[in-house]
């Protein structure tokens, strides 16, 4: 059993190991980093690197499962792959799905459509409160890790005081998992995509 996950920065590579190892998965797991692929999709839109992307995971998704990282690329790679290439986002779509009122939170302005179709698509026509964290993402590019977190906090706290009957949080974007320690006392769930994401990668390896 193999499973190779597709990022779109370096830094994706020691948390995914680190997740994968502490549900238990015990097959080959391997990395494959192209942050090109990122840059062309938010300067071209993502129909430019589709031939690429296909081209990459055709070998891949033939020897194994694949779990795409990047939430604006994960709708592309969705319909270039067959049933064992996961989205990072669609599990956590689906667990928000069952709540009334769902808030989703963005860092980047290329992940807003994808994200939000997943999410009506899940929910059955129902759309998200979406929120744009615009300054967080040059604390991610900085690697000012705490600072990215701490401007998530800030842009969703702020957006709850002008939604609150937000019954759930969606942390749209992998990148943006450490953001939700410092959203605990917030008071509703708040769900970050690679945990859930990972669990059915596992799953749908060992079926």
Not at 154 to 173: E, K
Request: net charge negative; glycine share 8%; charged share 20%.
């Amino acid at each position: 059993m193999k499973i190779t996950c597709l990022h779109t920065d370096q830094s994706h590579v020691e948390g995914f190991t680190r997740l994968f190892a502490n549900e238990g998965w015990e097959g080959a797991l391997e990395h494959i980093v192209r942050p090109d692929l990122l840059a062309r999709a938010q300067s071209d839109g993502t129909e430019a690197v589709a031939a690429d992307v296909a081209a990459l995971l055709d070998p891949f998704a033939k020897a194994g499962t694949v779990l795409c990282t990047c939430s604006t690329l994960g709708a592309m790679v969705e319909r270039l792959g067959g049933d064992n290439v996961l989205r990072i986002d669609r599990p956590a779509m689906e667990a928000a799905a069952s709540y009334r009122a769902v808030m989703l939170a963005i860092c980047l302005e290329s992940t807003r459509d994808p994200s939000v179709a997943l999410f009506e698509d899940c929910s059955k026509g129902r759309a998200p409160d979406v929120v744009f964290c615009e300054d967080a993402w040059p604390h991610f590019e900085a690697g000012d890790s705490p600072g990215f977190y701490r401007a998530i906090a800030q842009s969703v706290g702020a957006a709850m005081i002008g939604a609150p009957d937000t019954d759930c949080i969606v942390l749209a974007q992998a990148s943006m998992q450490g953001a939700a320690p410092y959203l605990m006392d917030i008071g509703v769930p708040v769900l970050a995509t690679p945990p859930l994401a990972v669990r059915r990668a596992i799953k749908i390896a060992r079926r």
